[in-house]
């Protein structure tokens, strides 16, 4: 074997001392973090600035549907009504199809 003594069962890969192993693994995880793991942040903040949406794209078109709730209230008043249409039911398993009178 060239290159040095090794003990046996023991690769040149793990023959390293531990600082360079240290080394190594953390320059690996400087590059993981640099060139995956902040390039994928940067694109989900950027496409969820103005608000959650869906996209559909095609050849020179685009299909978007976006939600923004500017406040509560929308939500409240969906309760309430909710809340209303229930009392009047007997208990079971309902959807949001039913209270909104959307279900067959």
């Avoid at 050849?59 to 978007?64: A, D, K, M, T, V």
């Avoid at 009504?81 to 067959?104: E, Q, T």
Wanted: aromatic fraction near 8%; avoid cysteine.
């Amino acid at each position: 074997m060239s290159g040095g003594i090794q003990r046996a069962g023991e690769s040149r890969a793990t023959a390293e001392p531990p600082i360079v192993r240290a080394t190594l693994i953390g320059v690996a995880l400087v590059f993981l973090a640099l060139f995956l793991l902040l390039p994928l942040f940067v694109i989900f903040v950027e496409g969820l600035r103005q608000g959650v949406g869906a996209y559909f794209a095609a050849l020179g078109e685009r299909l978007e549907l976006t939600h923004v709730a500017t406040n509560r209230d929308t939500f409240a008043q969906g309760a309430l009504r909710a809340a209303k249409w229930i009392a009047n039911h007997p208990a079971g398993r309902y959807a949001m199809a039913d209270v909104l009178g959307l279900s067959g």
